[in-house]
């Protein structure tokens, strides 16, 4: 039996997918992005470890609450690292009829096998994914996160050649990821792909910066304010744009 790294969960999601939602965090993260918000995420060790079978008996106590578009979610840190027991938990949620979406930065995707064969099967059996685009710009990708963007923006292109519908989610930080230039060749990336149904603006926040400390983890971005409603509206007007 697969049990998978637990972090949290939330029994009435309404940001993370259409409807309301039942919303698995997991434990793993590869990236180290400078404005997260659950950096007690990044490692895999808990001692809540669980079944797809537990975690679906779970979620569906709250069925009656989800609607049409309501279902489950699962996030991170990062979900595809634990990409086996996303299988099965999507699998068997998809034969009880329950709408499944995957929030994910893509960071271990890759066409090299056995993941591709893999999160093949696993878009089987997703029917949204809500995809996180940290930075356009590679090297600027790489300062915030630790890693490159070139096998996130390939997996992007991939949902978009499957159909696969995608929300994308783009952290809008003052100084870093709010500049109109890179915001314009985000847009122009996105209006290549045919499957993208929202795009969201999601403002830098510092509600998780306690943890940082707690951790013992130096915080970098110590005195950065949240963006302005001009700047984010700002934003969401280049990356909506027809």
Not at 46 to 72: C, H, P, V
Not at 76 to 93: N, P, R, S, T
Not at 187 to 199: E, P
Request: hydrophobic letters at 40%; one cysteine or more.
């Amino acid at each position: 039996m697969i049990k998978a790294a637990v972090h949290s969960i939330e029994s009435f999601g309404s940001v993370d997918g259409p409807g309301i939602r039942f919303v698995i965090f997991l434990k793993g993260c590869n990236m180290r992005c400078r404005y997260c918000h659950n950096p007690d995420t990044w490692k895999m060790t808990t001692d809540d470890m669980r079944s797809a079978d537990e975690l679906l008996a779970q979620a569906t106590r709250f069925r009656s609450y989800w609607g049409k578009k309501g279902g489950i979610t699962v996030s991170g840190g990062e979900a595809l690292l634990q990409m086996d027991f996303l299988i099965e938990l999507f699998c068997k949620a998809k034969a009880m009829g329950i709408n499944t979406a995957l929030d994910t930065s893509a960071q271990p995707f890759g066409r090299v096998e056995p993941f591709f064969s893999k999160f093949k099967q696993l878009m089987q059996y997703t029917d949204i994914v809500l995809l996180d685009i940290k930075h356009i710009d590679n090297d600027e990708h790489k300062l915030l996160t630790g890693h490159g963007n070139a096998n996130i923006l390939d997996c992007t292109r991939y949902l978009s050649r499957i159909s696969k519908p995608v929300w994308i989610r783009h952290v809008l930080l003052p100084g870093v990821t709010d500049k109109e230039s890179d915001l314009l060749r985000l847009h122009d990336f996105l209006s290549t792909l045919d499957n993208i149904q929202k795009v969201e603006v999601l403002p830098y926040h510092t509600l998780g910066v306690y943890k940082w400390k707690q951790l013992g983890i130096k915080y970098t971005l110590k005195g950065v304010e949240p963006p302005s409603a001009e700047s984010i509206k700002r934003a969401e007007q280049i990356l909506n744009a027809e």
